[in-house]
C-alpha cells in the first residue's frame, strides 16, 4: 500500500528556515513524479510545488517561488522541501503527494498525514 510520511515541521519564527523531509513506499518512488501541497486551518489545499520522476524538473507556485527548493533523493525513496524566508502566511499543514504518472500534470492521487509548519514570531 502507498505510504507517504511527512517529517519536519515546527514552530519557527519569520525568516526562518525549515527542512521537510517525506518517506515513500508501498510504490516505485523512482517513477512517479511527486508534489507538496498544503492546507491552512479552515482553507482548501493549496499546490506548492512539485518535481518529475528524474528529479531534473520542477515547478513552484508563484507564492513560494525563490524561497522553497523542492527536491528527491530516489536511491533513499525520499522527497524534500526545503523552505526558507518562511512568512506567516505560509503556516500550514504540509503534505506529500504521489502524482500519477513520472512527469509534472500538477496533480496527485495519494497524499500522506501531512507536517505542521508555524510560522509565527
Known amino acids: 500500500e502507498v505510504q507517504l510520511v511527512e517529517s519536519g515541521g515546527g514552530l519557527v519564527q519569520p525568516g526562518g528556515s525549515l527542512r521537510l523531509s517525506c518517506a515513500a513506499s508501498?510504490?516505485?518512488?523512482?517513477?512517479?513524479?511527486m508534489t507538496w501541497v498544503r492546507q491552512a486551518a479552515g482553507k482548501g489545499l493549496e499546490w506548492v510545488s512539485a518535481?518529475?520522476?528524474?528529479?531534473?524538473?520542477?515547478s513552484y507556485a508563484d507564492s513560494v517561488k525563490g524561497r522553497f527548493t523542492i527536491s528527491r533523493d530516489n536511491a533513499k525513496n525520499t522527497l524534500y522541501l526545503q523552505m526558507n524566508n518562511l512568512k506567516p502566511e505560509d503556516t500550514a499543514v504540509y503534505h506529500c503527494?504521489?502524482?500519477?504518472?513520472?512527469?509534472?500534470?500538477?496533480?496527485?492521487?495519494?497524499w500522506g498525514q501531512g507536517t505542521q509548519v508555524t510560522v509565527s514570531s
Open positions: 508501498g510504490f516505485t518512488f523512482s517513477s512517479y513524479a
Open positions: 518535481i518529475n520522476s528524474g528529479g531534473d524538473s520542477t
Open positions: 503527494a504521489k502524482d500519477p504518472t513520472g512527469v509534472i500534470l500538477y496533480e496527485y492521487d495519494y
